[in-house]
């Protein structure tokens, strides 16, 4: 076995443990099958959830969300997670998108009732773990998950 020896720091008295990075320590011999994790399953048609926390963030948070349903495959499967941490005075992350895609030439707002939004004032953030944190508390029974920045970007 090629794998590499290791021990638990704490417990010297333990036996020393192979770790083979070949066959990611899954038990390959018949008899130990039932200690094998199962297969994953992934349906055909599944949804993914894509969590963004903006902070004052409103037009590149827009142009992400745009990006985000005008360059995908199938942007009817896309969900949302918004925590839009914002002042009074601020763009809206959802407000811009809506600015877009009407400057795009569609008749409504489309999508927008795939985003769910947290909307926050911003003086009480309590930075961004906190609002990845919160952002999360967004996610259903999507099959994917993704955080991402408010301002990125996707491409086709």
Request: aromatic share 8%.
């Amino acid at each position: 076995m090629n794998g590499q020896r290791i021990r638990q720091e704490w417990n010297h008295s333990s036996p020393w443990a192979q770790l083979d990075p070949l066959t990611q320590n899954i038990p390959i011999d018949e008899a130990d099958k039932d200690l094998r994790p199962p297969p994953p399953r992934v349906p055909e048609v599944f949804d993914i959830f894509i969590g963004i926390a903006s902070y004052r963030d409103g037009p590149r948070c827009g142009f992400t969300l745009f990006t985000i349903f005008t360059r995908a495959k199938h942007p009817h499967r896309i969900k949302i997670g918004l925590v839009d941490q914002t002042q009074d005075d601020d763009a809206i992350c959802v407000d811009e998108y809506c600015k877009l895609v009407e400057e795009a030439g569609w008749t409504e707002c489309k999508y927008k009732d795939q985003i769910r939004v947290d909307a926050r004032d911003s003086k009480t953030s309590k930075g961004p773990t906190v609002a990845r944190w919160q952002q999360q508390q967004l996610i259903r029974d999507e099959e994917f998950c993704l955080e991402i920045d408010a301002h990125s970007q996707f491409l086709p």
